[in-house]
């Protein structure tokens, strides 16, 4: 009777504390699922909500979309089965054929932090979700800026997806202390939710192929590190993990040109206000061709060896950035379309073997549409598709 006791007054102080956590998360945190059922209800009848049911429920009548939709009483349950219906979709209509390696891999009994290139602002991790779920692995918390969940709308949409909102633009106290949450809530969400979490390598998209890690992020991973553990110790339990998405055509391709051509004349990019709504768009519904997804081993080894080879933080968390460089870049899986364009920027021939005269054509056709020959635009298309080939076989051997 007394153990019976003890362990119901342990289960209630349990629940307390995730109340109390979730609680302190609230700024940041997707919806807890007791919160769903009240956020479908908000945006059941947006026009944009409604597209993406019919899109994903062609042959139901619009009452039984919506009953489907309010039926999800979870988060789980929105992200299983709305947005992984949505996204099959996707796969179906604008994907030739979705390939994924080294899931097989990861244990199923832990959560990674999967730190990855970024393409897409939200088909990155959406099809990651898709492999995931695939693979009898548990779908991740994604970091998303809140300069994409200006609508609020959006906003609903994205805590029902399970993503972390990171808010850009504060002033440089108020920024420490929204990093430090954001450290300690991706802690939690491995550590205590085993949650897998996806972030980004970089702030922003990679519009250029050129894909870094900016040692800014890892620098925020650390933030959560207790006074008696080494900060790159405290990573190791974090189960940092390289992924690499590759698309062999890019579907906003042409939507990020005029901020590469502004960047290489120095001129300030001011986004329309619709900007990153059609990139959303066109980014789901564009053609994309292929679409790999590669995710690598924890990098406990790497982070022991960098540890024991830097005294100094800074030089450890370069170190580290390189380090998931060469992983992200080794795992990119190139296609037709990269050697064409590498051979086409550097006037060469060396990689005609990975490519017929279709494939040149083909790519040919889509650069003339999307780029002028006489000016800059064709150089930074070219670049775009070129640089993974660069990173892959000219550097970090």
Not at 213 to 239: C, F, H, I, R, W
Request: charged content about 25%; overall charge neutral; aromatic content about 10%.
């Amino acid at each position: 009777k007394y153990i019976s006791l003890l362990c119901l007054s342990l289960s209630k102080t349990r629940e307390y504390r995730v109340s109390e956590m979730t609680d302190y998360f609230k700024s940041i945190r997707p919806f807890n699922d007791n919160e769903v059922a009240r956020a479908l209800s908000q945006i059941k009848d947006n026009p944009l909500i409604r597209a993406m049911m019919t899109y994903a429920f062609p042959d139901e009548t619009p009452e039984e979309r919506e009953r489907r939709l309010l039926a999800c009483q979870k988060v789980s349950d929105f992200q299983e089965d709305i947005m992984y219906q949505v996204v099959t979709k996707a796969i179906e209509k604008s994907i030739s054929e979705f390939t994924c390696d080294g899931f097989d891999g990861l244990d199923p009994r832990k959560a990674y932090v999967f730190v990855s290139n970024h393409r897409d602002i939200v088909l990155d991790t959406s099809l990651l979700n898709v492999a995931l779920y695939d693979n009898h692995l548990s779908m991740t918390a994604s970091a998303m800026g809140d300069n994409l969940l200006r609508k609020k709308y959006l906003k609903i949409l994205a805590m029902l997806n399970r993503n972390i909102i990171i808010y850009r633009s504060l002033p440089p106290r108020e920024a420490l202390e929204h990093s430090k949450l954001v450290s300690e809530y991706i802690y939690h969400c491995i550590t205590e939710e085993h949650r897998n979490v996806w972030i980004a390598q970089r702030e922003g998209r990679t519009k250029n192929g050129d894909d870094r890690t900016q040692q800014g992020v890892l620098k925020m991973l650390t933030l959560n590190a207790p006074e008696d553990t080494s900060p790159l110790q405290y990573l190791k339990t974090l189960n940092l993990v390289p992924m690499s998405i590759s698309y062999e055509f890019d579907p906003t391709d042409l939507l990020k040109l005029p901020a590469l051509i502004a960047q290489h004349n120095g001129v300030e990019y001011v986004k329309s206000k619709k900007e990153d709504f059609e990139n959303i768009i066109q980014g789901l519904l564009g053609q994309k061709g292929r679409v790999h997804i590669s995710v690598g081993q924890p990098l406990y080894d790497q982070i022991d060896a960098i540890e024991a080879t830097h005294q100094h933080l800074n030089k450890q968390l370069q170190a580290l950035a390189e380090c998931l460089d060469r992983a992200i870049h080794q795992q990119y899986k190139l296609f037709p379309a990269n050697y064409i364009a590498y051979d086409l920027l550097n006037d060469t021939s060396i990689y005609k073997e990975y490519y017929n005269e279709k494939d040149f054509r083909r790519f040919e056709r889509r650069m003339n549409n999307r780029s002028n020959s006489e000016d800059l635009s064709q150089k930074k298309f070219l670049e775009m598709y070129a640089n993974p080939v660069k990173n892959k076989f000219d550097g970090n051997q």
